[in-house]
């Protein structure tokens, strides 16, 4: 499922190490920053001891922390954000030491460290690692390029072809190349967001690339060829999932290539949608759970990412009333039903004997990275073009 | 000095003094909140906003400094790249036209109000036309998606009604952006012009009508003249409302609307991506500095127009 993400913003982000400190842009413009900070504020001063994290929607579930809280006797109070955007501006608005941990989208690992507002820890008192799929017991964006880990990845999903069953195959839907098919012309819906979208457009001129977001400028240059190709067939650019949900139920859209919408419809009792990887390869969302470098609870900071790395917790923080997801501990599906297993595709794979559909999904999948080779200005530049063509 | 000049001076002292409400010293009182009001909310995030835009990004960080480069990169891609010229036409055009749409239709609710209701319903139709009002916005949005949709209500009503050579087609182009901006602008637009049309001091109606006018006539020649300032005001307000709104061109003109100008996004619209999508808060400040240029652009050229308009109806 694409992750809700809005560009409604209070005020602009405060942050500046390099500059001005926090505190003294605060100090200056302390009317301003109250607002951003107010929530936090209110309940320190509510409940001193608690521990404080900075997350997307979901994990301040009951469902969820309960569990945590009882077996620590600590009150865990959370900010919410949608869009790592705004995590960034909540967590330079406010004092530091506010955040013991945070969660994160993998990629923006490295720009937290930038910020040196998280730090490194030890994965060896983490046993549920051992049961996380392979690929998320160790990948780079965790390690932020400098070989610590920075944080265990605890929710996930795709970013494939959603489409409607009744306008294209399955067989079709497994090849990126479908979207040109001349039935989609003015019926693909696209996430209008440039990461997931151009990691996409990536793997289809270069199929099965591990690092999408590390091409050279020859490769880049394919890839807007192909982005700009693909604009015929595009009708809307939803700026999070649920507008592009709304346009396949309405009909305006067949197909889009912004992951498992089809989780959302199958809930809504739509059974005409499906979703998967294309052959080529898709882009893979991953959160992850860091610790704050100001924290003042690091122990029980790294008690609550261990936490969250088990299967208990990560089936319910996956299947929320926010959104549903999928979760790297593989022993998630002890403590599912059948139809949350089908649903989440947690069932045997016909075609590869011995491993789920999931596995194949996440084996056919790369990580959501930033651009490497190139600023990210220039891939920003080109989404732009691609929509204003 | 006798004592009656003396009390008479005090007299003529306390009135130079008091010669309008406005010399009480209350008034800086009243005036305080306003002004604190303006200062914290408007004036210094506004200040903040602007300085922010000069700001320059290093490891993914603001750095604070006095630097023109976002302007510069905005510049260079008017046209070429983001093309956030387009975006910038693309919104003109839209707002001037969603604005003239939501001006006449407004201007005509607010007429049946003021002339056509009876005065002691007047409040009553008011509260009704601007009833809408109190809905969500993106409420109304995606109801006007479910409408205006390939399977929509329209749509269906069409196929049922065995109308099928007709299929209306609006969805994810900018009429459709219009419809949700109207829908939101007509509430406001109504009560504007609404006190507008009632403060038209009847007599002169009254007065053309006996004089032979027809009722065009007293329309054309009294009432429209009469409103001028207030369809001026409505419209500049219009204009800048649909200049800043991004939703309506998100949800029902799919980001990218078609247009007479082309499929391109409305500058708002591309802001918003801008902010979320990046994290170069500085750019994006540069690209509301210049949203929020064009919207005083638009409040100095209608000020201009109303103060004319005034002008001619005083002279």
Request: with cysteine.
């Given at each position: 499922?694409?992750?809700?993400?809005?560009?409604?913003?209070?005020?602009?982000?405060?942050?500046?190490?390099?500059?001005?400190?926090?505190?003294?842009?605060l100090?200056?413009?302390?009317?301003?920053?109250?607002?951003?900070?107010?929530?936090?504020?209110?309940?320190r001063?509510?409940?001193?001891?608690?521990?404080?994290?900075?997350?997307w929607?979901?994990?301040?579930?009951?469902?969820?922390?309960?569990?945590?809280?009882?077996?620590?006797?600590?009150?865990?109070?959370?900010?919410?954000?949608?869009?790592?955007?705004?995590?960034?501006?909540?967590?330079?608005?406010?004092?530091?030491?506010?955040?013991?941990?945070?969660?994160?989208?993998?990629?923006?690992?490295?720009?937290?460290?930038?910020?040196?507002?998280?730090?490194a820890?030890?994965?060896?008192?983490?046993?549920?690692?051992?049961?996380?799929?392979?690929?998320?017991?160790?990948?780079a964006?965790?390690?932020?390029?400098?070989?610590?880990?920075y944080?265990?990845?605890?929710?996930?999903?795709?970013?494939?072809?959603?489409?409607?069953t009744?306008?294209?195959?399955?067989?079709?839907?497994?090849?990126?190349?479908?979207?040109?098919?001349?039935?989609?012309?003015?019926?693909?819906?696209?996430?209008?967001?440039?990461?997931?979208?151009?990691?996409?457009?990536?793997?289809?001129?270069?199929?099965?690339?591990?690092?999408?977001?590390?091409?050279?400028?020859?490769?880049?240059?394919?890839?807007?060829?192909?982005?700009?190709?693909?604009?015929?067939?595009?009708?809307?650019f939803?700026?999070?999932?649920?507008?592009?949900?709304?346009?396949?139920?309405?009909?305006?859209?067949?197909?889009?290539?912004?992951?498992?919408?089809?989780?959302?419809?199958?809930?809504?009792?739509?059974?005409?949608?499906?979703?998967?990887?294309?052959?080529?390869?898709?882009?893979?969302?991953?959160?992850?759970?860091t610790?704050?470098?100001?924290?003042?609870?690091k122990?029980?900071?790294?008690?609550?990412?261990k936490?969250?790395?088990?299967?208990?917790?990560?089936?319910?923080?996956?299947?929320?009333?926010?959104?549903?997801?999928?979760?790297?501990?593989?022993?998630?599906?002890?403590?599912?039903?059948?139809?949350?297993?089908?649903?989440?595709?947690?069932?045997?794979?016909?075609?590869?004997?011995?491993?789920?559909?999931?596995?194949?999904?996440?084996?056919?999948?790369?990580?959501?990275?930033?651009?490497?080779?190139?600023?990210?200005?220039?891939?920003?530049?080109?989404?732009?073009?691609?929509?204003?063509? | 000095?006798?004592?009656?000049?003396?009390l008479?001076?005090?007299?003529?002292?306390?009135?130079?003094?008091?010669?309008?409400?406005?010399?009480?010293?209350?008034?800086?009182?009243?005036?305080?909140?306003?002004?604190?009001?303006?200062?914290?909310?408007?004036?210094?995030?506004?200040?903040?906003?602007?300085?922010?835009?000069?700001?320059?990004?290093?490891?993914?960080?603001?750095?604070?400094?006095?630097?023109?480069?976002?302007?510069?990169?905005?510049?260079?891609?008017?046209?070429?790249?983001?093309?956030?010229?387009?975006?910038?036409?693309?919104?003109?055009?839209?707002?001037?036209?969603?604005?003239?749409?939501?001006?006449?239709?407004?201007?005509?609710?607010?007429?049946?109000?003021?002339?056509?209701?009876?005065a002691?319903?007047?409040?009553?139709?008011?509260?009704?036309?601007?009833?809408?009002?109190?809905?969500?916005?993106?409420?109304?949005?995606?109801?006007?998606?479910?409408?205006?949709?390939?399977?929509?209500?329209?749509?269906?009503?069409?196929?049922?009604?065995?109308?099928?050579?007709?299929?209306?087609?609006?969805?994810?182009?900018?009429?459709?952006?219009?419809?949700?901006?109207?829908?939101?602008l007509?509430?406001?637009?109504?009560?504007?012009?609404?006190?507008?049309?009632?403060?038209?001091d009847?007599?002169?109606?009254?007065?053309?009508?006996?004089?032979?006018?027809?009722?065009?006539?007293?329309?054309?020649?009294?009432?429209?003249?009469?409103s001028?300032?207030?369809?001026?005001t409505?419209?500049?307000?219009?204009?800048?409302?649909?200049?800043?709104?991004?939703?309506?061109?998100?949800?029902?003109?799919?980001?990218?609307?078609r247009?007479?100008?082309?499929?391109?996004?409305?500058?708002?619209?591309?802001?918003?991506?801008?902010?979320?999508?990046?994290?170069?808060l500085p750019?994006?400040?540069?690209?509301?500095?210049?949203l929020?240029?064009?919207?005083?652009?638009?409040?100095?050229?209608?000020?201009?127009?109303?103060?004319?308009?005034?002008?001619?109806?005083?002279?």
């Amino acid at each position: 499922m694409t992750k809700k993400r809005n560009g409604k913003s209070s005020l602009p982000g405060l942050s500046s190490r390099a500059g001005l400190s926090r505190r003294d842009v605060l100090g200056g413009m302390a009317a301003a920053a109250a607002f951003g900070t107010f929530t936090i504020i209110s309940k320190r001063a509510e409940a001193a001891d608690a521990l404080r994290i900075l997350c997307w929607p979901g994990y301040e579930e009951k469902d969820v922390i309960e569990e945590f809280e009882d077996t620590h006797k600590v009150k865990v109070e959370f900010k919410i954000y949608i869009g790592g955007e705004q995590m960034l501006q909540f967590f330079g608005q406010t004092q530091p030491g506010t955040f013991d941990a945070i969660i994160s989208d993998a990629e923006y690992v490295q720009k937290l460290l930038a910020r040196k507002a998280v730090e490194a820890f030890s994965t060896a008192d983490m046993p549920e690692l051992a049961n996380y799929h392979p690929k998320f017991r160790d990948f780079a964006p965790m390690r932020a390029g400098e070989g610590k880990v920075y944080g265990i990845p605890t929710r996930f999903s795709f970013y494939g072809i959603s489409y409607n069953t009744d306008y294209l195959s399955a067989d079709e839907a497994a090849d990126w190349n479908s979207l040109f098919l001349p039935k989609l012309t003015g019926k693909v819906g696209v996430f209008d967001w440039y990461l997931p979208t151009m990691g996409n457009a990536s793997l289809a001129v270069t199929p099965g690339n591990q690092t999408p977001y590390d091409i050279s400028d020859a490769q880049l240059a394919s890839v807007k060829e192909w982005l700009l190709k693909l604009r015929p067939q595009v009708s809307m650019f939803g700026s999070s999932s649920q507008p592009i949900v709304q346009a396949m139920i309405a009909g305006d859209v067949y197909a889009s290539p912004t992951g498992d919408l089809d989780v959302d419809l199958k809930l809504a009792g739509y059974e005409n949608f499906s979703s998967t990887i294309p052959k080529q390869g898709g882009i893979r969302w991953q959160e992850v759970a860091t610790i704050c470098t100001d924290s003042t609870k690091k122990d029980l900071a790294k008690e609550w990412v261990k936490y969250m790395t088990g299967p208990k917790v990560q089936s319910k923080l996956v299947y929320t009333k926010a959104f549903k997801a999928r979760g790297p501990n593989m022993k998630i599906v002890d403590y599912w039903d059948a139809d949350q297993k089908k649903l989440l595709s947690y069932v045997p794979d016909p075609e590869h004997p011995g491993q789920m559909i999931v596995e194949t999904l996440i084996d056919r999948s790369m990580p959501r990275g930033l651009p490497a080779q190139q600023p990210d200005t220039q891939w920003i530049e080109i989404f732009n073009e691609f929509k204003t063509t | 000095m006798s004592d009656g000049t003396a009390l008479n001076g005090v007299v003529e002292g306390r009135a130079r003094r008091l010669r309008t409400p406005n010399d009480s010293p209350l008034k800086w009182l009243c005036l305080a909140p306003v002004a604190v009001w303006f200062v914290l909310l408007f004036g210094l995030p506004l200040a903040f906003l602007v300085w922010i835009g000069f700001w320059r990004i290093e490891d993914f960080q603001q750095v604070p400094d006095f630097s023109l480069d976002n302007y510069r990169e905005i510049a260079g891609n008017l046209f070429v790249k983001s093309r956030y010229g387009l975006a910038m036409l693309q919104s003109f055009w839209v707002a001037a036209t969603t604005a003239l749409v939501a001006v006449a239709f407004a201007y005509g609710i607010a007429l049946a109000i003021a002339f056509a209701v009876p005065a002691k319903r007047q409040r009553l139709a008011l509260l009704f036309a601007v009833a809408p009002f109190w809905s969500s916005y993106v409420l109304r949005l995606y109801s006007w998606q479910t409408i205006l949709s390939k399977n929509g209500v329209v749509n269906s009503v069409l196929k049922a009604a065995g109308i099928d050579v007709v299929r209306l087609d609006v969805i994810y182009t900018q009429i459709a952006t219009r419809i949700g901006l109207v829908h939101y602008l007509t509430p406001i637009l109504v009560v504007i012009l609404y006190v507008t049309v009632a403060n038209i001091d009847r007599t002169l109606i009254e007065a053309a009508r006996e004089l032979g006018a027809t009722r065009w006539q007293a329309f054309r020649r009294v009432i429209l003249p009469l409103s001028k300032v207030g369809l001026i005001t409505a419209g500049s307000f219009a204009v800048i409302i649909a200049l800043g709104d991004a939703l309506s061109g998100n949800l029902l003109g799919g980001g990218t609307g078609r247009s007479l100008i082309g499929k391109y996004p409305l500058f708002a619209s591309m802001l918003m991506t801008d902010y979320s999508s990046s994290t170069n808060l500085p750019r994006t400040s540069a690209l509301a500095t210049i949203l929020i240029l064009m919207m005083i652009l638009v409040l100095v050229t209608g000020a201009i127009f109303a103060g004319r308009a005034q002008r001619r109806i005083s002279g």
